[in-house]
């Protein structure tokens, strides 16, 4: 212990690749990255301003959709300035704040998400006591509850891993600081913490997914009886994209933290990660904007609003 030094930064090692292709990488995550901004933000400024959408499940979804600009902006823009200078350094008090920032708004997809398939749940199952289950105080109250739990959860972690000492290399083996890949530089015993990541995972991940499942379940019994045609597709159209989400999302985050490890399990983190911090924020817009018609006429609308500005 005698021989520890203070650790004052980090550097992430990210993709090790030659620099042609570092350089087309940063241009094309770049590409990426506008689009998820602007999607996700698109997505935000359409249910803010028109008062059609102002219903429980768009309320919803303009937060999944501020989770997925702030999952971006955490990760990203470190991302592309290590692609451009892989030898830049982060300090040790941003890594520890994009771990933090990180586990905040993946525990609180994850919540929200539970949100979302419960809304469906009460929208298909009890279409008539809706608006009494579904109230805006509930809607906020469960919003608020995701976002605090997200960041609890994400707190917990940070407490343990603050007292840490780090004297080994100071090479961070990702493209951000990812939990896992900070704790193997520390150089003392790291097996509470990685107890925790694992128990977090399981019980954010499983405990939540199970939900869902179970909301979907009696979802998909309550189509079934529907006697109508043109009824059963509507009621699937209204569950769709939440479920391509709910799929891309728990589908990487259970292979990346729970899933049987194959190979160079820590290569195969890295691009899972990736998918799921650039992808996955980039995807969810053009799923909600593409399958749903409400979104798509909003958008319409709103085009032609500033049509008719611009001739006035």
């Known amino acids: 212990m005698g021989n520890q030094t203070l650790v ?39 249910i803010c301003l028109d ?16 989770v997925d600009i702030a999952y971006a902006c955490n990760t990203v823009p ?23 920032l990180f586990l905040t708004f993946a525990h609180t997809e994850c919540l929200l998400l539970v949100v979302m398939s419960y809304d469906r749940y009460v929208a298909i199952c009890h279409p008539l006591r809706y608006t009494a289950i579904m109230s805006w105080r509930i809607c906020i109250i469960l919003v608020a509850t995701s976002w605090i739990l997200g960041v609890l959860l994400a707190l917990v972690h940070l407490i343990l891993l603050l007292p840490l000492p780090f004297c080994k290399a100071q090479e961070v083996n990702h493209f951000f600081c990812e939990i896992i890949a900070v704790l193997k530089l520390a150089c003392s015993d790291t097996h509470i913490n990685e107890v925790m990541v694992l128990a977090g995972a399981v019980s954010v991940l499983v405990g939540p997914f199970s939900s869902i499942v179970v909301s979907y379940a009696h979802i998909l019994s309550a189509i079934l009886k529907i006697q109508s045609r043109q009824g059963r597709q509507k009621a699937f159209s209204t569950c769709a994209s939440h479920l391509c989400v709910v799929g891309l999302f728990y589908g990487t985050a259970i292979a990346m933290y729970i899933g049987p490890q194959h190979g160079n399990a820590n290569e195969q983190k890295k ?3 990736l998918f799921h911090s650039l992808f996955n924020p980039m995807l969810n817009p053009l799923i909600y904007s593409l399958r749903n018609k ?18 006035h």
């Open 8 to 46: 004052t930064q980090f550097i992430l090692l990210g993709f090790l690749l030659n620099r042609r292709l570092q350089k087309l990488l940063f241009t094309l995550f770049s590409l990426f990255y506008t689009f998820t901004l602007l999607g996700n933000g698109t997505i935000v400024g359409l």
């Open 78 to 100: 470190q991302m592309l300035v290590n692609l451009l200078d892989p030898t830049k350094p982060i300090s040790f008090a941003g890594c520890m704040t994009q771990t933090f």
């Open 271 to 273: 691009y899972l990660l």
């Open 294 to 311: 409400d979104v798509k006429c909003a958008l319409k609308r709103m085009l032609m609003k500033e049509d008719t500005s611009r001739e």
């Open 51 to 66: 008062s059609r959408l102002r219903t429980p499940m768009y309320f919803f979804l303009s937060h999944l959709a501020i």
